[in-house]
């Protein structure tokens, strides 16, 4: 039944084009129902001003099917490429009205891994496509600075609009050619996360429009329930039109360091205490370095030719070692300060003797150094390739054990793919409970958490599936040893007992929400949470 719908699907809206192009040329404003008995949209109608905004060509086609991770195929039988919000809306009703309706997900930058932004046999929308929207700084006594931000915008040009007026949103992603919509129906996170939280934790205001169609301005104090729920709510609840973004002044350099540890309990004692710190630095994060996995690596080219020689022979000689990064921000006119501070903080730090590298950067070069990687990596055919990413939180009390039946037993030993594999701490108390993301199961009267991502690539199908049965086995690892993780940016979810498990006591809620907003469930199919049935 449901194949017989999506073959209908598919010849509908290809007659539908042609119809539409000869009722623009009598002028006609809508369209004529199009009248066949043997199909279940015999009598579906779109307005003109939208159906001619839908292209079906293969190269349109072809592009909406695959995303980043270049893991999964699914053909939309359209594009959407709306030119204001109002097209949007007018699609979303359009789908809920018709019986069956069809399915519809936004695309922003598509950098997913897993397919989440795509929408099989049904209709994709092109966010970039919006001429409406764009970036405003703005500023009120009761929010302070923010921007109102187009959900198909990117975030490199949010930080260069509001550079231009010496401010910055302050929670980041480490890669900026991202949009806002995409990253706010996740998280957002980054090593700025355990200071102020990731990026949905610096939301203000928000238009969302719902799975019925409905456009819907919401904040904390209005439809309150609808803004929780849309912020990490994978694109199930709205898609996200509009975002009003915190700002602070924006510094306009960083003292940027990594320090080489040998041993992983005292890395990750010393990462704790440096998010700890009342005056400490902004940003924390850290990676490992084995034999495939080295110093520089497409994230960054920190280390010189002759440091990274150096710190690659000590991860030879150990199998693997930790580097620790901590970024701190400063201005031209308060260097000394900062070098002060640094150097306060740094007391007591356990690092390998000799192993800490420093360099000086403008805050823009180091917020968009995965760009000039991507750039390198582009030239040699090395960024469009498969990217079978692997990303969670785990509790504090389980990295230990982590690090040792995964870190070391696994992937060190193993040798099998070539990271890089970033683990970090996040503060719980950053996070919001009431937003639809959820973390790892806090442990009793504990408020540091983990993220760990690998995120490896594959050259080709057989590299793919090595790494994809790596992954699989770490999963189930990972269960069998009760280590209570969550998924971030989720794709091996198979079942709805996995998202039941994945949400937890937020389950009923997330139920709820999508029964209230997106009761026919048309939004978001590609994360695989509800079925799509009637």
Same mark, same amino acid.
């Not at 937003?435 to 993220?451: K, R």
């Given at each position: 039944?449901?194949?017989?719908?999506?073959?209908?699907?598919?010849?509908?809206?290809?007659?539908?084009?042609?119809?539409?192009?000869?009722?623009?040329?009598?002028?006609?404003?809508?369209?004529?129902?199009?009248?066949?008995?043997?199909?279940?949209?015999?009598?579906?109608?779109?307005?003109?001003?939208?159906?001619?905004?839908?292209?079906?060509?293969?190269?349109?086609?072809?592009?909406?099917?695959?995303?980043?991770?270049?893991?999964?195929?699914?053909?939309?039988?359209?594009?959407?490429?709306?030119?204001?919000?109002?097209?949007?809306?007018?699609?979303?009703?359009?789908?809920?009205?018709?019986?069956?309706?069809?399915?519809?997900?936004?695309?922003?930058?598509?950098?997913?891994?897993?397919?989440?932004?795509?929408?099989?046999?049904?209709?994709?929308?092109?966010?970039?496509?919006?001429?409406?929207?764009?970036?405003?700084?703005?500023?009120?006594?009761?929010?302070?600075?923010?921007?109102?931000?187009?959900?198909?915008?990117?975030?490199?040009?949010?930080?260069?609009?509001?550079?231009?007026?010496?401010?910055?949103?302050?929670?980041?992603?480490?890669?900026?050619?991202?949009?806002?919509?995409?990253?706010?129906?996740?998280?957002?996170?980054?090593?700025?996360?355990?200071?102020?939280?990731?990026?949905?934790?610096?939301?203000?205001?928000?238009?969302?429009?719902?799975?019925?169609?409905?456009?819907?301005?919401?904040?904390?104090?209005?439809?309150?329930?609808?803004?929780?729920?849309?912020?990490?709510?994978?694109?199930?609840?709205?898609?996200?039109?509009?975002?009003?973004?915190?700002?602070?002044?924006?510094?306009?350099?960083?003292?940027?360091?990594?320090?080489?540890?040998?041993?992983?309990?005292?890395?990750?004692?010393?990462?704790?205490?440096?998010?700890?710190?009342?005056?400490?630095?902004?940003?924390?994060?850290?990676?490992?370095? /084995?034999?495939?996995?080295?110093?520089? +690596?497409?994230? @960054? $080219?920190?280390? &010189?030719?002759? #440091? =990274?020689?150096?710190?690659?022979?000590?991860?030879?000689?150990?199998?693997?070692?930790?580097?620790?990064?901590?970024?701190?921000?400063?201005?031209?006119?308060?260097?000394?300060?900062?070098?002060?501070?640094?150097?306060?903080?740094?007391?007591?730090?356990?690092?390998?003797?000799?192993?800490?590298?420093?360099?000086?950067?403008?805050?823009?070069?180091?917020?968009?150094?995965?760009?000039?990687?991507?750039?390198?990596?582009?030239?040699?055919?090395?960024?469009?390739?498969?990217?079978?990413?692997?990303?969670?939180?785990?509790?504090?009390?389980?990295?230990?054990?982590?690090?040792?039946?995964?870190?070391?037993?696994?992937?060190?030993?193993?040798?099998?793919?070539?990271?890089?594999?970033?683990?970090?701490? /996040?503060?719980?108390?950053?996070?919001? +409970?009431?937003? @639809? $993301?959820?973390? &790892?199961?806090? #442990? =009793?009267?504990?408020?540091?958490?983990?993220?760990?991502?690998?995120?490896?690539?594959?050259?080709?199908?057989?590299?793919?599936?090595?790494?994809?049965?790596?992954?699989?086995?770490?999963?189930?690892?990972?269960?069998?040893?009760?280590?209570?993780?969550?998924?971030?940016?989720?794709?091996?979810?198979?079942?709805?007992?996995?998202?039941?498990?994945?949400?937890?006591?937020?389950?009923?809620?997330?139920?709820?929400?999508?029964?209230?907003?997106?009761?026919?469930?048309?939004?978001?199919?590609?994360?695989?949470?509800?079925?799509?049935?009637?």
């Amino acid at each position: 039944m449901a194949k017989t719908h999506n073959i209908f699907l598919r010849a509908y809206i290809i007659i539908l084009h042609i119809i539409n192009n000869l009722v623009a040329i009598i002028r006609t404003k809508t369209l004529t129902p199009w009248n066949n008995n043997n199909t279940s949209l015999s009598y579906q109608t779109l307005p003109h001003e939208i159906s001619t905004k839908l292209s079906i060509d293969t190269t349109s086609i072809k592009i909406a099917s695959s995303d980043f991770g270049k893991l999964v195929h699914e053909p939309p039988a359209a594009v959407f490429h709306p030119s204001t919000v109002s097209d949007i809306v007018h699609l979303v009703k359009s789908s809920y009205t018709a019986c069956p309706p069809f399915r519809i997900a936004a695309r922003g930058h598509s950098h997913s891994i897993g397919g989440q932004a795509m929408a099989k046999d049904g209709v994709v929308v092109e966010m970039s496509s919006l001429v409406d929207g764009g970036i405003k700084v703005g500023w009120s006594e009761s929010l302070g600075f923010y921007c109102d931000v187009g959900g198909g915008q990117l975030w490199i040009d949010v930080l260069r609009t509001t550079m231009e007026h010496g401010l910055a949103p302050v929670s980041w992603t480490d890669y900026l050619y991202l949009s806002v919509g995409g990253t706010l129906s996740n998280a957002g996170i980054s090593g700025q996360a355990f200071l102020h939280g990731p990026q949905i934790s610096n939301v203000l205001e928000m238009d969302v429009i719902t799975g019925k169609g409905d456009f819907i301005t919401c904040s904390k104090s209005m439809n309150s329930d609808l803004f929780y729920g849309v912020l990490g709510g994978l694109g199930q609840f709205g898609i996200i039109t509009r975002a009003r973004i915190v700002l602070q002044k924006a510094p306009t350099r960083v003292k940027w360091i990594r320090m080489i540890y040998e041993d992983f309990a005292t890395f990750t004692k010393d990462q704790e205490h440096l998010i700890s710190l009342i005056n400490g630095p902004n940003y924390v994060e850290g990676y490992l370095i /084995m034999k495939k996995s080295p110093a520089n +690596n497409w994230r @960054s $080219s920190f280390f &010189s030719v002759d #440091d =990274e020689a150096k710190v690659n022979a000590l991860a030879s000689k150990h199998g693997v070692v930790y580097s620790l990064e901590v970024v701190k921000y400063y201005d031209n006119f308060d260097i000394r300060k900062t070098d002060e501070e640094l150097n306060e903080m740094f007391k007591g730090l356990n690092f390998k003797t000799g192993f800490i590298f420093k360099k000086d950067a403008t805050y823009i070069d180091f917020l968009n150094r995965v760009r000039t990687e991507e750039l390198k990596l582009q030239s040699k055919g090395l960024w469009d390739v498969h990217h079978p990413w692997l990303n969670f939180f785990i509790p504090k009390s389980c990295i230990l054990d982590f690090n040792q039946r995964v870190f070391i037993d696994i992937i060190q030993k193993e040798n099998k793919s070539a990271g890089p594999f970033l683990v970090y701490p /996040m503060n719980r108390k950053k996070w919001d +409970n009431r937003m @639809s $993301s959820v973390i &790892s199961d806090e #442990d =009793e009267g504990e408020n540091v958490f983990y993220t760990v991502s690998l995120l490896p690539f594959a050259r080709n199908v057989e590299d793919l599936a090595i790494i994809e049965n790596q992954n699989k086995r770490i999963l189930k690892l990972c269960d069998e040893m009760g280590l209570n993780i969550k998924q971030y940016l989720t794709r091996y979810y198979e079942t709805k007992e996995e998202w039941m498990k994945h949400f937890g006591a937020q389950w009923g809620l997330f139920e709820e929400r999508k029964a209230k907003y997106d009761p026919k469930m048309i939004l978001s199919p590609g994360q695989n949470i509800f079925n799509f049935s009637y």
